[in-house]
């Protein structure tokens, strides 16, 4: 089952709740929470609080996505009853597997991010402990940006690579997806598609959701 993973890093945080509301009557399936800090990533987006303001104003699970140095530290934080995924990255994570398993402790799916330059192999010894990776498909720290095609192959690498090793883990491919590419993101195997300016930039969010869903589904 393929999903839609919205980021609100591109939506009106005046009013966000209506922003989620919209992507929601339009079908989506998780909202993506794009986490930055100013260190990882050369931009600062929001923490918690201001995720932990949906609770009870939608039922789409979240997906966060740390994008922050010393994620062990912050990610209990963003438990709530609508978490889903704790992503961090692989860059940022000096004891990774001890990383993973405290995600796991805390009762969500752990995943793994890889930066456009990191390569698969970073992660051979930690596969089996996954439930989700993330490729970057831009350098994380802003919205907007072009797709990167090189970074396609590793969603290619990890199809095979799951099925030569018997595992379930979903991959996710995370930025510059729009309406044009997002038939040959999922035919390369992609199993959940963020989107953030292609939705929440547009005049029409729940129009703009369906026709991705239309397409998805
Ligand atoms: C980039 C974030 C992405 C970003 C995607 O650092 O991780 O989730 O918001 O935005 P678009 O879809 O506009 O590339
Ligand atoms: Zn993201």
């Given amino acids: 089952m393929k999903k839609l993973a919205p980021s609100i ?7 966000l709740g209506e922003q989620v509301a919209w992507i929601e009557r339009g079908g989506a399936d998780l909202i993506h929470v794009d986490v930055m800090d100013g260190h990882f990533v050369p ?4 923490g918690a609080t201001v995720m932990k303001s949906l609770v009870g104003k939608t039922a789409l699970p979240f997906d966060v996505h740390l994008m922050i140095e010393n994620p062990d530290k912050y990610a209990a934080d963003f438990i709530t009853p609508n978490t889903q995924y704790i992503t961090v990255h692989q860059e940022a994570c000096t004891h990774l597997h001890r990383s993973i398993q405290h995600i796991k402790s805390l009762g969500v799916k752990a995943g793994v991010s890889l930066n456009p330059a ?3 192999d970073t992660l051979e010894y930690i596969l089996e402990d996954l439930d989700l990776i993330l490729i970057m498909s831009v350098n994380p720290g802003f919205g907007g940006q072009a797709f990167i095609p090189a970074t396609l192959r590793k969603v290619e690498e990890l199809v095979r690579l799951r099925q030569e090793r018997g595992l379930s883990f979903e991959i996710e491919i995370d930025g510059g997806a ?3 590419n997002i038939e040959k993101l999922l035919n390369a195997g992609v199993d959940i598609a963020v989107a953030g300016s292609a939705v929440f930039g547009k005049s029409d969010i729940e129009a703009e959701t ?8």
């Fill in 210 to 217: 369906r026709k991705f869903m239309n397409i998805i589904k």
């Fill in 118 to 120: 990191t390569p698969v």
């Fill in 43 to 46: 931009n600062i987006s929001f």
């Fill in 178 to 180: 729009t309406l044009d």
């Fill in 9 to 15: 890093l591109s939506a009106d945080f005046s009013c």
